[in-house]
């Protein structure tokens, strides 16, 4: 087994772990503010003060964990990023997987979740983070699996930040007029409809970006015919 491999195994490993943790806790955590149907969390109830710090913490807690992870790992800009965003995204694709087993949500493909508390909360249907998951665990494998270093120009770099952007807009912009009508809004708040034609644009913007930074590897994997004898 080369180095490349096993590091690929131990990240994969240490993100569906992790996931399970935070799946585990949301279980708990929906049993105690939705007793009545954890399956569902809208209308929303909100957090007590003291969980919301809990959370706001615990989140910010999980990003430097999966940071911490890929610097041990790798070393190198590009390969540093292409293994936080392998892990993140694998902890997002079975974070919801161990919630499906433990409690049999999500129960529809289009049912919106609680996504992130980071500035504020990010609302949206689940299948959306998922779709950028896996679009970063395809990449950052990719990347990872390489032998020569690929790197990020500035403005592969600036396309990317503005597809994330573009894409964070759309989880946040749901919540925008409930932050200035003030806290009580968000209580018993209920989606009502997801910006996909914003999100779809940015999430082309980021797998194009993404893109353009391995398509140099995959014009040297095309065997050059011209060299070969007539």
Same mark, same amino acid.
């Given at each position: 087994? +080369?180095?490349? +491999? /096993? ?12 996931? $399970?943790?935070? %799946?585990?806790?949301?279980?708990? &955590? ?8 954890? #399956? ?8 007590? $003060?003291?969980?919301? %710090?809990? !959370? #706001? =913490? /615990? @989140? ?22 292409? *293994? ?26 289009? @049912? ?20 950028? *998951?896996?679009?970063? =665990? ?8 390489? @032998? ?5 120009? /500035?403005?592969?770099? #600036? ?6 952007? &573009? ?11 409930? #932050? ?12 009502? !409809? ?19 930074? =391995? /398509?140099?590897?995959? $014009? ?7 060299? &070969?004898?007539?």
């Amino acid at each position: 087994m +080369t180095k490349l +491999t /096993r590091n690929i195994i131990c990240l994969t490993l240490f993100a569906i772990a992790m996931a $399970h943790v935070e %799946a585990a806790l949301v279980v708990h &955590l929906r049993t105690i503010y939705y007793p009545d149907n954890p #399956l569902h969390i809208f209308p929303l109830e909100l957090l007590s $003060h003291r969980d919301l %710090a809990i !959370e #706001l =913490v /615990r @989140e910010f807690a999980t990003v430097v964990m999966i940071l911490s992870v890929a610097l041990l790992a790798e070393k190198g800009f590009t390969r540093i990023f292409a *293994a936080f965003v392998l892990v993140f995204g694998l902890w997002d694709i079975f974070y919801y997987f161990w919630l499906k087993i433990m409690i049999g949500w999500p129960v529809s493909w289009l @049912e919106w979740d609680i996504l992130f508390l980071i500035p504020w909360p990010w609302f949206g249907p689940w299948i959306a983070p998922v779709f950028i *998951a896996l679009l970063f =665990v395809l990449w950052g494998g990719w990347v990872l699996l390489m @032998e020569k270093d690929v790197s990020f120009s /500035r403005g592969t770099a #600036l396309l990317f930040i503005l597809g994330a952007l &573009l894409a964070l807009a759309a989880f946040l912009l749901p919540a925008g007029p409930l #932050l200035v009508e003030g806290e009580e809004a968000f209580q018993h708040f209920q989606p009502d !409809e997801f910006l996909w034609w914003l999100y779809i644009i940015g999430y082309l913007v980021m797998a194009f970006s993404l893109w353009r930074v =391995v /398509r140099h590897d995959l $014009h040297q994997q095309i065997p050059d015919q011209a060299k &070969l004898p007539s």
